[in-house]
């Protein structure tokens, strides 16, 4: 079945430490890549977007992704992170699959920061 | 320029009521997208309009419909509302790549919290 999976339900992370939050895909074809935040009691923000070119793709934040096809992963990264980006981060995918298609989320990640 | 407005942000109705959402996007998108966000289950796609029409649907039951205003504005309509109908529902909008296939990205509005009691 076609699915967007982040295996990670929920990261702790020290301020000013590196981060990685998986998302992997299950599609025939490459599909649009995203990756939203959402703070508390807030709509989602999107962080990147990958639609084809350079695999590795830039953010607002500080954030970056890389597609990798071979893995049909799009894992997001940040080299630092600070106490603000404390909030939950979805990936997500449309499958491209003509005129039906839909954006999919995984069922995110909830990122905490220790001090 | 004017995000994603949804109104109102809360709601809070009785089990068996009817509840109306509604959902401007950003101008010049014509595509809207649904989301039920009920806590601990991630983002669920109830409907996509685009054009005025309804392109897709989720695995939602009948009662959960809507509509897309010519002026690309929608409504969600949930009946006989559940309990388990108490979930945040968010909209987003977005514009189609034009004789291409799949769309450019979403844009969220800020939610409407619909509690049922």
């Known amino acids: 079945a076609q699915s967007v999976t982040q295996p990670d339900i929920h990261i702790t992370v020290s301020e000013g430490a590196s981060l990685e939050l998986r998302c992997n895909y299950s599609?025939?074809?490459?599909?649009?890549l995203f990756w939203y935040v959402q703070s508390p009691g807030q709509g989602l923000q999107l962080l990147l977007k990958?639609?084809?070119?350079?695999?590795l793709v830039q953010g607002i934040k500080g954030f970056e992704a890389e597609f990798k096809r071979s893995q049909s992963s799009f894992n997001l990264r940040k080299p630092s992170v600070h106490w603000s980006d404390a909030a939950e981060y979805f990936c997500?995918?449309?499958?491209?699959?003509?005129?039906?298609?839909?954006?999919?989320f995984g069922s995110g990640t909830r990122l905490s920061i220790r001090p | 320029e004017a995000g994603v407005t949804q109104s109102p942000t809360h709601l809070i109705k009785t089990r068996g009521q009817q509840a109306t959402l509604r959902c401007s996007p950003i101008?010049?998108?014509?595509?809207v997208y649904w989301y039920q966000q009920a806590l601990g289950l991630g983002l669920q796609f109830l409907l996509w309009?685009?054009?005025?029409?309804?392109?897709n649907r989720g695995n939602f039951p009948p009662r959960f419909s809507g509509r897309q205003f010519p002026n690309y504005s929608s409504e969600l309509n949930v009946n006989a509302l559940e309990l388990e109908d108490s979930a945040l529902y968010l909209c987003?909008?977005?514009?189609?790549?034009?004789?291409?296939?799949?769309?450019?990205?979403?844009?969220f509005g800020q939610g409407t919290r619909l509690t049922v009691v």
């Open positions: 309009y685009d054009e005025g029409e309804e392109r």
């Open positions: 101008s010049g998108h014509t595509s």
């Open positions: 599609y025939g074809a490459t599909p649009y």
């Open positions: 997500a995918v449309d499958p491209r699959r003509g005129s039906a298609s839909k954006i999919i």
């Open positions: 990958y639609f084809s070119g350079d695999t």
């Open positions: 987003a909008s977005s514009s189609l790549f034009r004789g291409r296939v799949g769309n450019t990205e979403a844009f």
